[in-house]
């Protein structure tokens, strides 16, 4: 069975307006070149506006019990 998310860290993702407004985030990538590839794609559509790239912050705080584990 496989893992219910892709353990992959993911440090750049998309943002955009809906056309009700709303900010929403329409894909989180691994790397800026496929942000940027996807984004392309999403300006073609034509369903979103104000269209960003942005880095994702890594999270601060605790780390997750058994991350240290070898």
Known sequence: MSAKWDPEPK??????????????TLGRYATAEEAHAECG????EGSYR??????????HG????GANAK
Not at 11 to 24: E, H, N, P, S
Not at 41 to 44: C, G, L, N, Q, S
């Open 11 to 24: 440090y750049w993702r998309v943002r955009a307006k809906a056309a009700d407004g709303l900010t929403v």
């Open 41 to 44: 794609k999403f300006a073609a």
């Open 50 to 59: 104000d269209l960003a790239v942005q880095p994702i912050e890594p999270p």
């Open 62 to 65: 605790p780390a997750l019990p």
